[in-house]
């Protein structure tokens, strides 16, 4: 099967050199590409100078709409699974084979990359710990499963769910929103547990009052999708049953 790194990247000049090298050599075979985020620091001019598959945003859209890109680019070149990893040298790509080994034989649709499974890696800090049990929480309530990492950005799908996502997929803080409407369309998501390290250079987009916007907002997205939602997830679900009788 075919599957496509997609890097995300906002002015990780200090750390893409080092995440391009190491997903290069990713056990799984997989290719990869950067998603430059119309940076404003030499992203771009390195990703270029070293050889690094790079698509070039020319407006800065956020994490939603770069990680989107990837999926439309892993869609129209025939890709069969997509594979969200920062870009900030997070996430370990060698963990990719035990992701794809956990999707093939459970016919999932996600396989999420969960540091709270076995505890062992970087734990991220205690406030965020907070946010996450938070989001896991608020995400069982509405749809009966329980995800130990709803914002683990290290993420692993399908073609069924490379074709939603490169349709439609949200703009801001993507992942507990994203995973919530799909598990309430019905797809198989599973975890399995990874080792993340602590960001390597620079800082994080969420800290400060950023932490308090972003659990505010993904809740009300989250919310409102599940209670003014009805429309779209039963097309989502149809859909899904769809694709799931002609892939």
Do not use: W
């Not at 049990?133 to 329980?146: A, E, M, P, Q, V």
């Not at 198989?188 to 390290?197: D, I, T």
């Amino acid at each position: 099967m075919r599957g496509l790194i997609i890097i995300p990247a906002y002015n990780e000049e200090k750390n893409i050199l080092q995440v391009a090298r190491r997903v290069s050599e990713n056990p799984a075979g997989f290719d990869y590409v950067v998603i430059n985020d119309c940076s404003t620091d030499n992203t771009l001019k390195l990703c270029q100078r070293e050889g690094i598959p790079v698509l070039n945003l020319p407006v800065n859209l956020g994490i939603g709409g770069a990680v989107q890109t990837g999926y439309r680019y892993a869609l129209s070149e025939g890709y069969d699974l997509a594979i969200q990893m920062d870009g900030d040298g997070q996430h370990d790509a060698s963990f990719l084979p035990d992701m794809v080994k956990a999707l093939k034989e459970k016919d999932a649709d996600m396989v999420i990359g969960s540091r709270f499974i076995k505890k062992e890696g970087y734990q991220s800090s205690a406030v965020r710990r907070v946010g996450i049990r938070y989001f896991s929480n608020l995400i069982r309530l509405y749809t009966g499963k329980r995800i130990y990492d709803p914002t683990s950005g290290f993420r692993l799908i399908n073609r069924r769910l490379i074709r939603l996502f490169a349709a439609d997929y949200p703009t801001d803080y993507p992942e507990p929103e994203s995973l919530t409407h799909i598990l309430k369309a019905g797809c198989r998501v599973l975890e399995v547990p990874v080792q993340m390290n602590e960001r390597a250079d620079g800082t994080s987009s969420i800290r400060g009052f950023k932490s308090i916007y972003y659990m505010l907002k993904v809740s009300t997205a989250i919310t409102v999708q599940m209670l003014g939602g009805k429309h779209n997830l039963v097309s989502q679900s149809d859909e899904l049953q769809e694709l799931r009788q002609t892939d």
